[in-house]
């Protein structure tokens, strides 16, 4: 059964600098690429970042040059550095299994780790 869990939220001034984890539970990992979405308040979840399991980066142009998304395919786990953080960063974080073919979602959604970029 996947499981994804998210973590390393939490509130940073604009300009700031925080590293989100995902922990995925399964054998799939490592074969599949991964994303990091985002969802704001009245937005609807958007794909910020995706990876593949050879190590392969896509970002969404908002996010490009700041976000740095990466994985540990030992240790099941999806990353993303995020620096120089804006107000409009502020979202809750999810990770999840990204179909190449479909250009969609998969995987479970996990609980998601708030991000708020405020002074």
């Known amino acids: 059964q996947v499981q994804l869990v998210e973590s390393g939220g939490g509130l940073v001034q604009p300009g700031g600098s925080l590293k989100l984890s995902c922990a995925a539970s399964?054998?799939?990992?490592?074969?599949?690429?991964m994303g990091w979405y985002r969802q704001a308040p009245g937005k609807q979840r958007e794909l910020v970042a995706s990876?593949?399991?050879?190590?392969?980066?896509n970002y969404a142009d908002s996010v490009k040059g700041r976000f740095t998304i990466s994985r540990d395919n030992t240790k099941n786990t999806v990353y993303l550095q995020m620096n120089s953080l804006r107000p409009e960063d502020t979202a809750v974080y999810y990770c999840?299994?990204?179909?190449?073919?479909?250009?969609?979602?998969?995987?479970?959604w996990g609980q998601g780790t708030q991000v708020t970029v405020s002074s």
């Open positions: 990876i593949s399991s050879g190590g392969s980066t």
């Open positions: 999840n299994i990204y179909q190449t073919l479909s250009r969609l979602p998969v995987g479970p």
């Open positions: 399964g054998s799939f990992f490592s074969n599949y690429r």
